[in-house]
């Protein structure tokens, strides 16, 4: 059974930085395209960044330039440095494996097949 657990998380002041890792096991790593999303409360879960099997990274504009998005194929793991931090960054993140088939836009939650169980960002004002 394919498994993923986010680490990283924390409370951090504006304009600071944190390191999101994920770990996958229980499957192959290198060929899949990875994501990251974040729900904040009463929020519907959002499209954070994306990595594909190259290494080519996707960013929404919320976090294009502020977050980076890299993946460590012989840790089976995947990363999000987040700096310049906002009160708006404040949810729950999650790491996701993409499908690897049908449509490739890497926004959409429905494109995943296998989800962490998230850890909590807080960003204080």
């Known amino acids: 059974q394919v498994q993923l657990v986010e680490s990283g998380g924390g409370l951090v002041e504006t304009g600071g930085s944190l390191r999101l890792s994920c770990v996958v096991s229980g499957g192959t790593f290198s060929p899949y395209a990875m994501g990251w999303f974040r729900q904040a409360p009463g929020k519907e879960r959002e499209y954070v960044s994306a990595?594909?099997?190259?290494?080519?990274?996707y960013y929404p504009t919320s976090v294009k330039g502020r977050f980076t998005i890299s993946r460590d194929n012989s840790k089976n793991t995947v990363y999000l440095q987040m700096n310049s931090m906002t009160p708006e960054d404040t949810a729950v993140y999650y790491c996701?494996?993409?499908?690897?088939?049908?449509?490739?836009?890497?926004?959409?939650?429905?494109?995943?097949?296998?989800w962490g169980q998230g850890t909590q960002v807080t960003v204080s004002s």
């Open positions: 996701a494996r993409h499908r690897d088939y049908g449509p490739r836009t890497y926004m959409r939650p429905g494109e995943y097949d296998y």
């Open positions: 990595i594909n099997s190259r290494g080519d990274p």
